[in-house]
């Protein structure tokens, strides 16, 4: 795992943690287009809430607040702070777009558990 401390905040960069596959990443550089900034980045974070205790959030960011993590996949960064990084280590994001399903999903191996609705997780 690389990682790179940068000189006003305490946010790392690295190479290793939360993965974004091929389709999730063209979709987040999709809807960044749209937005029409390129000081935008993919903020994941776990926050209280739902059934089963935990749910997630994505939204794009301009902020880098202490302690973020940032990935990395070529144009596209995934910042995750200082407390959900423990939750999301190893987690995968897909882009789904079926007949069925739109959306993103998230596929976290420290989950342990979801609700029926699979809105949240613990």
Do not use: H, W
Not at 6 to 28: H, N, R, W, Y
Not at 54 to 77: C, H, M, N, P, S
């Amino acid at each position: 795992m690389s990682t790179e401390a940068t000189q006003a905040t305490d946010v790392k960069i690295t190479s290793a943690g939360i993965a974004l596959t091929p389709v999730a990443v063209e979709k987040v550089a999709a809807l960044l287009q749209q937005e029409g900034r390129d000081d935008l980045a993919l903020r994941v974070a776990v926050q209280p809430g739902g059934c089963s205790g935990l749910r997630y959030q994505l939204y794009f960011d301009d902020r880098a607040l202490d302690g973020d993590t940032i990935t990395e996949f070529g144009a596209v960064k995934v910042v995750t702070d200082k407390m959900s990084t423990p939750y999301l280590m190893g987690a995968s994001i897909d882009f789904v777009d079926t007949i069925q399903k739109q959306g993103f999903t998230i596929d976290n191996p420290n989950a342990q558990g979801s609700c029926a609705c699979g809105d949240s997780f613990n």
